[in-house]
């Protein structure tokens, strides 16, 4: 199966699937006598997996690592399970920095209608972001 074909089957441009064969995500395909990349029909469900580990956060480096467990011939599924708890955690962290610099936003807007433009010193850039209240 030529790039072209297997691009229109899994919906990703040509391009990503030599970025994902440089990256060692993808086995390196065979070469027609013309020299046209020769997919086996298994790149697809590789490509699939690939597409989906990025769209829940994964890196390629995590997914990687999860192709290479099972090209040694062993089920990733534990490995996954933690990649995915792993990225959960992460998920978690940052919703917890969000809500505390939306806190810290919401009492720099409330002061800055407080705020006089008359009174801000020609040394001052904005006194919003560095007023001390």
Not at 51 to 61: D, E, N, P, S
Request: glycine content about 6%; charged content about 30%.
């Amino acid at each position: 199966m030529q790039i072209g074909e297997v691009a229109r089957k899994v919906g990703v441009a040509t391009s990503a699937i030599r970025f994902y064969e440089e990256s060692g995500l993808l086995p390196e395909p065979e070469r027609t006598a013309s020299g046209y990349r020769d997919y086996d029909p298994s790149v697809i469900e590789r490509l699939a997996f690939v597409r989906a580990g990025q769209a829940v956060g994964l890196t390629l480096g995590e997914l990687h690592e999860v192709l290479q467990i099972r090209d040694r011939g062993e089920a990733p599924c534990r490995h996954v399970a933690e990649l995915i708890d792993s990225r959960i955690k992460e998920i978690d962290k940052r919703m917890r920095d969000l809500r505390k610099l939306r806190m810290d936003l919401a009492g720099l807007a409330d002061s800055a209608a407080d705020f006089d433009p008359a009174e801000c010193t020609p040394e001052s850039v904005c006194r919003i972001l560095t007023s001390t209240n």
